[in-house]
């Protein structure tokens, strides 16, 4: 079955230092989503890309989706304590009926002050 | 509802019982899931509801978990004979699957199997 991976599983950085997170799928996306998780709380959409090489930003975070939908990457720049939690990519596999959305495993980011 | 509500949100529950818990989605949306998430791990993929179609339920650990979905709507995740391996906030979402805003979590139900 679709199998989607991402690493590191985490990593600690200190506070103003970058951060990037990948996420690989075994199979080819119709779409990648990214989600953010604080500790103590739930998954929280972040951004959805669709198409093949897109980069999208949001203030310090830029998110990538590869040239063959098969993988993506959020990156950080100068991180916050706010950017702690763990960070899930999600996708759907491409060309079936079924939406069903496959998670990551995550990456906990820790920030340190 | 304006976003997805789970109850109950804290279950204590003896080791043998069973145990429900609800998933209300929002309202409109055709996919429904369940996931797991032990203290500390990633999301466990249990169950996937989407539309009439029949649930994928590969995700499910053991044939003491179940799960409906009645009328589209409200999802309800049995697990019968519980067992201490089993506690874990269990987390419902429900999405739209074409409209760009991902899927929708809810708050989850911590469940504590004693």
């Known amino acids: 079955g679709q199998q989607v991976m991402q690493i590191p599983q985490y990593q600690h950085v200190q506070e103003g230092e970058d951060f990037t997170t990948y996420c690989n799928s075994s199979?080819?996306?119709?779409?990648i989503q990214w989600y953010k998780q604080r500790p103590g709380g739930h998954p929280v959409f972040l951004i959805q890309?669709?198409?093949?090489?897109e980069v999208k930003k949001q203030k310090r975070l830029t998110f990538q989706f590869g040239e063959a939908k098969k993988n993506s990457s959020l990156h950080i720049t100068a991180t916050q304590t706010t950017d702690v939690g763990t960070y899930f990519c999600?996708?759907?596999?491409?060309?079936?009926?079924?939406?069903?959305?496959?998670f990551g495993k995550g990456t906990l980011l820790t920030v340190n002050p | 509802g304006a976003g997805v509500s789970q109850s109950p949100s804290n279950k204590v529950t003896e080791k043998g019982k069973d145990v429900e818990l609800r998933c209300d989605p929002i309202?409109?949306?055709?996919?429904l899931y369940w996931y797991r998430q032990s203290l500390g791990q990633g999301l466990e993929f249990l169950i996937y509801?989407?539309?009439?179609?029949?649930?994928?339920k590969s995700g499910l650990p053991s044939d003491r978990f179940s799960a409906e979905r009645t009328g589209g709507s409200v999802s309800t995740l049995t697990i019968q004979r519980t067992q201490q391996e089993d506690s874990a906030v269990y987390l419902c979402?429900?999405?739209?699957?074409?409209?760009?805003?991902?899927?929708?979590f809810g708050q989850g139900t911590r469940l504590t199997v004693v």
């Open positions: 979402a429900s999405s739209l699957s074409s409209d760009g805003r991902g899927a929708f």
């Open positions: 199979t080819t996306l119709s779409n």
């Open positions: 890309l669709v198409k093949s090489g």
């Open positions: 999600a996708g759907p596999k491409s060309g079936g009926s079924n939406y069903k959305l496959t």
């Open positions: 309202s409109g949306h055709t996919a």
């Open positions: 509801f989407q539309g009439n179609s029949a649930p994928d």
